[in-house]
């Protein structure tokens, strides 16, 4: 049975830092391209940030220069390191592990940025 679960969210202030993990089991972790999404309320989910089995990284314009995606293959985790949050950075975080056709989801954590 594949799981992905998430874990790191919660309540912090503009211009804290929360460092999110997506735990996977079930599968050959290293094998599976891995992203970071996210949904605030009201809104389309969006992708956040891609990283590739051999470690290539890609961002959304929005979260640039502030969020880092990385991959432990020896503990089957990702992580995104989001420094300096918004308050738009508001919103459930998904984690998602996809090769070729099948794709898997977690279940979410959130992150809500305010005073």
């Known amino acids: 049975q594949v799981q992905l679960v998430e874990s790191g969210g919660g309540l912090v202030q503009p211009g804290g830092s929360l460092r999110l993990s997506c735990a996977a089991s079930?599968?050959?972790?290293?094998?599976?391209?891995m992203a970071w999404y996210r949904q605030a309320p009201g809104k389309q989910r969006e992708l956040v940030a891609t990283?590739?089995?051999?470690?290539?990284?890609d961002y959304a314009d929005s979260v640039k220069g502030r969020f880092t995606i990385s991959r432990d293959n020896s503990k089957n985790t990702m992580y995104l390191q989001m420094n300096s949050l918004k308050p738009e950075d508001t919103a459930v975080y998904y984690c998602?592990?996809?090769?070729?056709?099948?794709?898997?989801w977690g279940q979410g954590t959130q992150v809500t940025v305010s005073s």
């Open positions: 998602n592990a996809k090769r070729l056709k099948l794709g898997y």
């Open positions: 079930g599968i050959n972790f290293s094998i599976y391209a």
């Open positions: 990283i590739s089995t051999g470690g290539t990284t």
